[in-house]
């Protein structure tokens, strides 16, 4: 079984001005393919079955323990940027519709209450990771960071929005400005692709 890199579902400068072309095409073309070369040198010499990644990460006490650090973090790797490509969007609704906009606002009172929320814990985490709006394991919608390359399927929590919180993900174009990257990603969410994702969660 071999991993291979996604291409992205649009061009690499669709995001200027909030995520410049430069970023996206290190970011995808060196970084997330690093995690996938990586990735299948890890799982060289185990039988996956036809496991899709996010089906390893989910189950990976099944795995041997020497193995299981390195498929965290580069399958993780692989998993998060994957996801993080489709979530983005050049045609952003710019505001969550349907019933997930209704579960936001049930959650966290409101939507912008809901986007300080995720800023803050985007902006206060310390070092590099992701951070997530999921649906937890009582079925509900809950902010959440991991570390590193943690993926929250590891945790049981299953993805609905996410924000690469690493320095690669933003230095070139905000440097050290971490809350001005994050204001940004807020213009370039998929709302319908979460809205999707949250459906078929529940
Ligand atoms: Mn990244």
């Given at each position: 079984m071999t991993f291979t890199l996604p291409d992205l579902p649009y061009d690499y400068n669709a995001l200027e001005p909030h995520i410049d072309e430069q970023t996206m095409k290190v970011h995808h073309d060196k970084h997330h393919q690093s995690y996938v070369d990586k990735l299948n040198k890890a799982v060289e010499g185990i039988d996956l079955g036809n496991k899709t990644i996010q089906e390893v990460l989910s189950s990976i006490n099944e795995l041997p323990q020497d193995k299981q650090t390195p498929i965290i973090n580069n399958g993780g790797g692989h998993a998060n940027h994957s996801f993080?490509?489709?979530?983005?969007?050049?045609?952003?609704?710019?505001?969550?519709?349907?019933?997930?906009?209704?579960?936001?606002?049930?959650?966290?009172?409101?939507?912008?209450?809901?986007?300080?929320?995720?800023?803050?814990?985007?902006?206060?985490?310390?070092?590099?990771?992701?951070?997530?709006?999921?649906?937890?394991?009582?079925k509900e919608l809950e902010i959440t960071t991991t570390s590193n390359q943690d993926s929250p399927l590891s945790e049981g929590n299953t993805p609905i929005l996410t924000i690469d919180l690493w320095e690669h993900a933003y230095y070139l174009k905000y440097q050290n400005r971490r809350p001005e990257y994050i204001e940004a990603f807020f213009n370039v969410i998929n709302w319908e692709k979460a809205e999707d994702l949250f459906n078929k969660a529940n």
């Open positions: 993080f490509w489709e979530i983005l969007s050049p045609n952003s609704n710019k505001q969550p519709t349907g019933n997930l906009a209704e579960a936001i606002n049930k959650t966290f009172q409101s939507f912008d209450n809901f986007k300080e929320e995720f800023s803050n814990s985007a902006i206060t985490k310390f070092g590099s990771g992701w951070a997530w709006l999921v649906i937890n394991k009582n």
